[in-house]
């Protein structure tokens, strides 16, 4: 059998990414032979690297002719409607379209070669199925939740995330000036990491990040591995995040986080997290048991000072972060698509 994937944004090397390869990877375990459309093949090292996946059985073709000729078709849509031609088409959604003429005639036409519908989180779907009036299924992204662990902790607080506010507002900077705030309330022996990818026009936010940073134990740390990864997600205490503050999400969905898959991970290794209320990560932690939601910027700082300054409280949320983490595992998330392509 043969499988064709489309992914408009592999080179960002994000969490959708990371979705579209689990699920070839998933292909690959089922006999499928698998063509993913991308010009450049330097693109397999380049995902292998960051995600730490092995892609090496996985084949790219300049054009997927949008699945003629294949047995199953996976297309990560950027808003549009694609005309699918495989014997079985599945249409991803990563991102919360809004007022995209979701509803025209010509893609009510197109839908109807469109087998499932599949959006990353509850979030997501609700915009989804009001601009296309559709039903789509949820199905959360993949987190090897079993492959982060808890190392010996350390003073860090740390997040993970693209350094780029074009698409959401990741809002590194406004991490940066919250741990300096925190720094000066007489914690010196704690650190920010902020890592993560980087994308073109990520070269200005990154100088004003670093500037910000001097002075302070703050380290900028671009585009890491995998491995690197897990390593400093296990040594930290605490996960910031910033995403969405500031928007309004029911008028710029696309701009707040609309899954978090880093937050999981962190989780996962015991990193507590505290994450600015919004989009998908209000489905992830459950507020005062795994971790903290916070919507004023003194929220994030005084919810900081109670964990650190309660050792069996931290201890307690590091615990449950962990247990909550795994209903997002990759084993959960193979059952699901194995439902829809078997």
């Keep these: ?52 996946f092995s892609l090496k059985n996985i084949n790219t073709v300049p054009d997927i002719k949008r699945g003629d000729g294949y047995d199953l078709c996976f297309w990560v849509s950027d808003g549009s409607i694609p005309l699918l ?33 599949i959006c990353n989180s509850k979030f997501t779907k609700n915009f989804i199925d009001a601009e296309f009036s559709v039903n789509s299924q949820v199905i959360y992204p993949p987190v090897d939740v079993s492959s982060f662990k808890a190392k010996r902790k350390e003073n860090i607080i740390i997040y993970i ?86 928007i309004n999400e029911d008028k710029e969905p696309t701009k707040v986080e609309h899954f978090g898959i880093s937050v999981v991970e962190a989780m996962a290794a015991g990193a507590i997290p505290l994450v600015y209320s919004a989009g998908g990560s209000k489905e992830i932690i459950k507020d005062n048991f795994s971790g903290f939601l916070w919507r004023k910027q003194s929220e994030l700082i005084n919810k900081t000072l109670t964990i650190i300054k309660d050792k069996r409280l931290l201890a307690d949320l590091s615990k449950n972060a962990i247990a909550e983490s795994k209903q997002f595992s990759t084993e959960n998330f193979n059952n699901n698509f194995s439902t829809i392509i078997e």
């Design 161 to 246: 995330g693209r350094f780029s506010n074009l698409t959401q507002a990741k809002n590194q900077h406004q991490l940066i000036e919250n741990f300096k705030k925190f720094f000066k309330k007489g914690y010196p022996d704690w650190k920010l990491i902020l890592a993560g990818g980087t994308e073109v026009g990520a070269d200005e936010y990154l100088l004003v990040l670093e500037k910000l940073s001097k002075g302070y134990p703050i380290e900028i740390i671009k585009s890491p591995e995998y491995r690197q990864l897990k390593e400093l997600v296990g040594k930290a205490k605490i996960f910031w995040s910033a995403v969405g503050y500031g």
């Design 1 to 52: 059998m043969k499988a064709a994937i489309y992914n408009p944004y592999l080179d960002s090397l994000g969490g959708g990414e990371r979705y579209t390869l689990s699920f070839a990877n998933l292909l690959l375990q089922k006999d499928y032979r698998v063509d993913l459309q991308w010009k450049d093949e330097e693109i397999i090292n380049k995902l292998e690297k960051r995600f730490g």
């Design 85 to 117: 031609r495989s014997r079985k088409n599945i249409l991803h959604f990563q991102f919360p379209f809004k007022n995209v003429s979701g509803k025209s005639i010509l893609n009510k036409m197109k839908l109807i070669r469109i087998n499932k519908i």
